[in-house]
């Protein structure tokens, strides 16, 4: 079956030639050109992925994120013309999985939409079983994460990163292995990226009062997951 791509796009032009190079990929797009609807197809087809532009009219990009994060773990490529830091980390911790600014390159996008697609597959229901690191828990077939027994809501590039991190607790990974193995080779990301994950990441695991730091920085070389405890024994 082809996968089933929801492109969200005011902007008809540039939907059609999404579209274009999407279907070229053997994908099956639908468009729609408000947040509104965007949120109703969702809920209505369940795509593989989303292409969502972050300034449409009636509910904007952000919102959208934010609300079909909530609801599932379809990955959700932002398109924006927004290039500030603040932007870029807004969305990633609304839920985006990936981001490109305005203006982009269509080959560009349909290879950022190919590894997307290539890593949701990845951790679909063949993948590897639950991963238990002290009071961490990660569940890779029902994309869960408990810590100390309670769930922690992660986007598809953090639970990525953390399932990474954890199949190999104390190893030190680089950014670009990082890069390498969540992003995969066909994105131009920038280290940064991984660093505002990891910051997204920190906030949602280590959000309770006195909880340890779980994804430490080894200054120089990269980011590695110390063995969390029990703090309830």
Do not use: W
Request: glycine residues 6%.
């Amino acid at each position: 079956m082809s996968p089933r791509i929801l492109v969200a796009e005011d902007d008809i032009k540039q939907a059609q030639l999404i579209r274009i190079y999407l279907e070229r990929e053997g994908n099956d797009v639908q468009i729609v050109s408000d947040g509104r609807a965007a949120i109703d197809r969702a809920r209505a087809t369940r795509p593989d992925l989303i292409v969502l532009d972050v300034m449409m009219p009636h509910v904007d990009g952000l919102d959208v994120c934010r609300i079909l994060r909530a609801e599932s773990q379809v990955p959700i490529l932002l398109l924006t013309a927004r290039t500030t830091e603040e932007d870029m980390l807004l969305g990633l911790d609304l839920g985006a999985d990936d981001y490109m600014n305005k203006p982009y390159s269509p080959r560009e996008l349909t290879a950022r939409v190919r590894a997307l697609l290539r890593r949701a597959r990845a951790a679909g229901p063949t993948g590897p079983t639950m991963i238990v690191v002290g009071c961490l828990e990660i569940d890779p077939v029902r994309y869960e994460v408990r810590v100390e027994g309670q769930p922690i809501a992660l986007t598809g590039k953090e639970f990525a990163i953390l399932q990474l991190l954890a199949q190999e607790p104390e190893r030190v990974f680089t950014r670009s292995q990082i890069i390498d193995q969540v992003f995969g080779f066909d994105q131009n990301v920038l280290e940064r990226t991984v660093d505002a994950h990891v910051m997204n990441l920190r906030r949602k695991l280590e959000s309770r009062d006195r909880r340890p730091r779980m994804v430490e920085t080894v200054y120089g070389r990269g980011y590695r997951l110390s063995v969390p405890q029990d703090h309830g024994r």
